[in-house]
């Protein structure tokens, strides 16, 4: 393994000390220090270099035994601003945050499946983009440190390139170049699998936890791993493509070319197709609208409606046998079942799925893992996307 260079863990130590003050967190530096298990000489070095900065200010002090109290410490709530853009198969949404990464502002649009040629899709972002700093008064783009855009499917971080997206057939497409060329304000993209990962860790339940899944259902799905308290992102930065595993041996045929994948039974089009199953004409169809339909859905099942009560049935088979191999696999204390169609149907949809969990797990993983559905009332993707921008353009 190549040994990291000093700067690289330089900032790397940054990075880790910032995080410990998300979420409104105020710490002492004794408190950092006892988080990340190193002297708090070193922590106040760095708190020294992130309060010069601006990033970091001195709160209200501490109780102590005895001697001088100890201060407390917490992000400022400023300028510059961060935007994370989570872009998926039927919608683009852009979220503004201030350093402290509150949530200041919110635009979401449309994105028509057919209409998936790269440079509308970059057009729809960059649209969204500036409908959520307009939408913010006193807020220019000079204001915007930067932008952090997540892509559905594989993506190549560094070259700033949605390698392979299967629901839009996209392969190489250099997304970073053409939304620069025509916003101008520096951007990064990454995964919504690392984005709405790394917002659990740092905002939601995956915080206490250094061993954790986080799953993401929408039209496609896919889940983000958390080991021994890292993001673990693998070689080419696609680990977590459980979506892409197979399920059923020549099953149904997947958008990635191949057949009988996870996303191709538990999707958001797969629901649908499940729906359509159980009652053909279902007045809980909207045709050619997923976000539609699973709303109807969840609306339905709080009235315990039969035709939803046998969708969701049908629906927690696949994806509980889908959950169980990842239980086997990764041996997780907590799971956490996020994504907008989670978001939708909540506890009902945990509670459906888990016994099929047990049924298709080893004993011992299964008693060791706690499943629960994402807390995070902000949509996790953008959020997590927003950090990641912070850490990229603003953080020293």
Not at 65 to 82: D, E, I, Q, T, V
Not at 144 to 171: C, K, T, Y
Not at 194 to 205: D, N, R, S, V, Y
């Amino acid at each position: 393994m190549r040994p990291r260079l000093s700067g690289d863990l330089r900032r790397a130590n940054r990075v880790e000390v910032m995080r410990s003050f998300y979420g409104g967190r105020t710490q002492t530096r004794a408190d950092v220090a006892g988080q990340l298990g190193v002297s708090v000489a070193t922590v106040g070095t760095i708190i020294a270099e992130l309060t010069a900065a601006g990033l970091l200010a001195e709160s209200q002090s501490a109780k102590s035994a005895g001697g001088r109290p100890a201060s407390r410490l917490r992000m400022r709530g400023a300028a510059p601003y961060l935007i994370g853009v989570d872009l998926a198969e039927t919608y683009v949404i852009a979220e503004i945050f201030d350093q402290s990464m509150t949530r200041l502002g919110h635009y979401q649009m449309p994105v028509v499946p057919s209409d998936n040629d790269p440079e509308s899709v970059v057009g729809h972002v960059v649209d969204c983009v500036e409908g959520v700093i307009t939408a913010l008064d006193g807020v220019s783009a000079a204001d915007v440190a930067g932008v952090g855009v997540s892509l559905p499917g594989q993506v190549d971080r560094e070259g700033g390139v949605s390698i392979h997206a299967p629901n839009w057939g996209w392969h190489g497409v250099p997304f970073k170049s053409l939304f620069q060329r025509r916003s101008g304000l520096p951007v990064l993209l990454d995964n919504p699998l690392k984005a709405i990962t790394l917002a659990e860790m740092m905002f939601g339940e995956a915080g206490d936890h250094d061993d954790a899944v986080v799953v993401n259902l929408g039209t496609g799905v896919g889940l983000g791993v958390v080991a021994d308290g890292r993001l673990l992102r693998g070689r080419t930065n696609s680990a977590g493509e459980w979506g892409h595993t197979v399920l059923v041996a020549d099953g149904r045929p997947c958008h990635c070319g191949s057949r009988g994948c996870v996303e191709a039974y538990v999707g958001a089009a797969a629901l649908l197709d499940l729906l359509t199953e159980v009652d053909p004409g279902s007045p809980l169809l909207v045709p050619e609208d997923q976000a539609g339909t699973v709303a109807r859905l969840a609306e339905a099942l709080g009235r315990a409606d039969p035709v939803a009560v046998a969708t969701l049935e049908r629906f927690s088979r696949p994806l509980g046998m889908a959950l169980a191999n990842a239980v086997n696999m990764l041996n997780p204390e907590l799971l956490v079942v996020g994504g907008w169609v989670s978001a939708a149907f909540g506890e009902p949809l945990l509670a459906a799925v888990e016994p099929v969990v047990k049924e298709f797990s080893l004993t011992v993983p299964y008693d060791a893992v706690t499943l629960t559905t994402s807390r995070i009332a902000d949509n996790p993707v953008s959020l997590g996307m927003a950090v990641l921008a912070f850490e990229t353009f603003v953080l020293p």
